[in-house]
T-cell receptor, first 112, second 112 residues
């Protein structure tokens, strides 16, 4: 079945460092891919999405590219801030199922 | 624009008691979902609903009951609470199959 694998955390970086959180997926067909963010004490919220190969999702300085050849959707940000400290979830939807499949989440700590 | 709300936000109950968690959305989204979030397990789907009067089991439905008599409401009932049901519960909704899910703020449930 479909699945999402993302790097385990926690990831700890200093402010202004470059961030990469890896995400790979297994799916039949052509899924849509998502990154969600969960700030402390809150629910998940959509950070960005991509619906077809080579699409770029961008939001709040974050970016991810849908790479079908490597079945990946890695999240990147050029210069992280303390306020980016959160849990990040990669997810996919293959459009044939009612559900979205979530990865286990990666906790990010940014040190000032 | 209230979006999606959950009540109560915090609940302490005792083993064996019945507990109902409420979820209400104002967008008239067709799909609604209940997840639980536990350390080490990520997000796990309990139940979901594709429309009023249509519900289906997710990954971990045992011990839970749902109903959906109105599109905007999707209550989750723990018929006889157990300590293993101590968790953070999130409700989510989406407009259509496999589309972006919008999450509520969560209910923190402690079963003593």
């Amino acid at each position: 079945g479909d699945s999402v694998t993302q790097m385990e955390g926690p990831v700890t970086l200093s402010e202004e460092a470059f961030l990469t959180i890896n995400c790979t997926y297994t799916a039949t067909g052509y899924p849509s891919l998502f990154w969600y963010v969960q700030y402390p004490g809150e629910g998940l919220q959509l950070l960005l999405k991509a619906t077809k190969a080579d699409d770029n999702g961008r939001n709040k300085g974050f970016e991810a590219t849908y790479r079908k050849e490597t079945t990946s959707f890695h999240l990147e940000k050029g210069s992280v801030q303390v306020s980016d400290s959160a849990v990040y979830f990669c997810a996919l939807s293959d459009g044939r199922d009612d559900k979205i499949i979530f990865g286990k989440g990666t906790r990010l700590h940014i040190l000032p | 624009d209230a979006g999606i709300t959950q009540s109560p936000r915090y609940k302490i109950t005792e083993t064996g008691r019945q507990v109902t968690l409420m979820c209400h959305q104002t967008w008239s989204h067709s799909y609604m979902f209940w997840y639980r979030q536990d350390l080490g397990h990520g997000l796990r789907l309990i139940y979901y609903s594709a429309a009023a009067d249509i519900t289906d089991k997710g990954e971990v439905p045992d011990g839970y009951v749902v109903s959906r008599s109105k599109t905007e409401n999707f209550p989750l009932t723990l018929e006889s609470a157990t300590r293993s049901q101590t968790s953070v519960y999130f409700c989510a909704s989406s407009e259509s199959r496999g589309e972006t899910q919008y999450f509520g703020p969560g209910t923190r449930l402690l079963v003593l």
